[in-house]
């Protein structure tokens, strides 16, 4: 039997990921005094692995796959195969952003006053990267965590991850540009992917977690309505695709089944009932496969 090594991101990203792959089928536990996780499949060998490591281990093929940001492929430089984006984060179903912040009285206003001036940042070769796409020279230092509050006193500047921008706000931060925006990936060691075994194993998971993080937003809509009325119940509904209509035994009648965003729900459920649909379900989606 083909086992694969996967390696899920400790710290920020860990519960996010335990509960997307709880929802995905994959039950992980967890001990406050083990990195090695516990899963309900015999083909899969998980260990706990710092984002910020993944795609170096995953590479030197320690671990055969992994889950992390694309920002640390790009950083550690790794050369891994990656799978499949993962569109979450530690908050929210959402791509992050690196972001360059000074005070908000600072007197720099663009990338090219950061000349001779300090960055403090975790993500050293991707600041370098970007100061030398814009033709300056500045100091960048590593920053083991804490970095918001490095500003003015230890630099003049950082380069800090963001999803919502509220921590910055609260340290009373400028956004002056956008580093690199990133997502969670899934990265597989080239040699591992190359495997049909283990390739088919870690697109079966991946196919699972995007089906479940497809789902997390939205809900299923079961109704009926009178053949006389559908086409203004279907003017009310914004469908993934086209929604399925179904006949039922009363030839006048229809059901019609569909899937939506839940954000919007409290604004189409009102419309529907005006629009003469009846007997209106709402109801949990755990997965969608498109």
């Not at 994959?26 to 998980?46: F, G, M, N, Q």
Request: with cysteine; net charge neutral; glycine share 4%.
């Amino acid at each position: 039997m083909s086992v694969l090594k996967l390696g899920i991101p400790k710290g920020s990203l860990q519960e996010a990921t335990v509960d997307l792959l709880a929802r995905a089928g994959w039950k992980v536990t967890l001990s406050s005094r083990s990195y090695v996780p516990a899963i309900d499949d015999a083909e899969i060998d998980c260990l706990l692995v710092r984002a910020q490591e993944m795609a170096r281990y995953v590479e030197s093929g320690a671990l055969e796959a992994g889950i992390t940001g694309h920002d640390w492929v790009v950083e550690t430089n790794a050369d891994v195969v990656e799978l499949a984006e993962l569109v979450y984060a530690k908050q929210r179903l959402a791509r992050v952003k690196w972001v360059l912040a000074v005070p908000e009285d600072s007197a720099i206003r663009s990338p090219r006053d950061l000349e001779g001036k300090t960055i403090a940042t975790e993500v050293v070769r991707i600041t370098e990267k970007y100061l030398a796409g814009h033709g300056v020279k500045a100091r960048v230092e590593f920053s083991w965590g804490a970095t918001e509050v490095k500003v003015p006193q230890l630099a003049d500047a950082i380069v800090e991850v963001t999803e919502t921008g509220a921590s910055l706000r609260a340290n009373r931060l400028r956004i002056l540009d956008t580093v690199l925006e990133s997502s969670t990936v899934f990265i597989m060691n080239r040699k591992a992917a190359e495997d049909p075994a283990k390739r088919q194993k870690a697109e079966n998971l991946v196919l699972m977690l995007q089906g479940a993080i497809a789902a997390a937003t939205r809900v299923g809509l079961m109704l009926n309505v009178k053949q006389q009325d559908l086409a203004a119940v279907l003017a009310v509904l914004p469908a993934l695709k086209n929604p399925t209509i179904s006949a039922l035994s009363d030839p006048e009648w229809v059901a019609v089944n569909t899937i939506i965003e839940e954000a919007v729900v409290r604004q189409i459920l009102p419309k529907l009932k005006a629009a003469k649909a009846q007997g209106i379900v709402e109801y949990p989606l755990n997965k969608i496969v498109l």
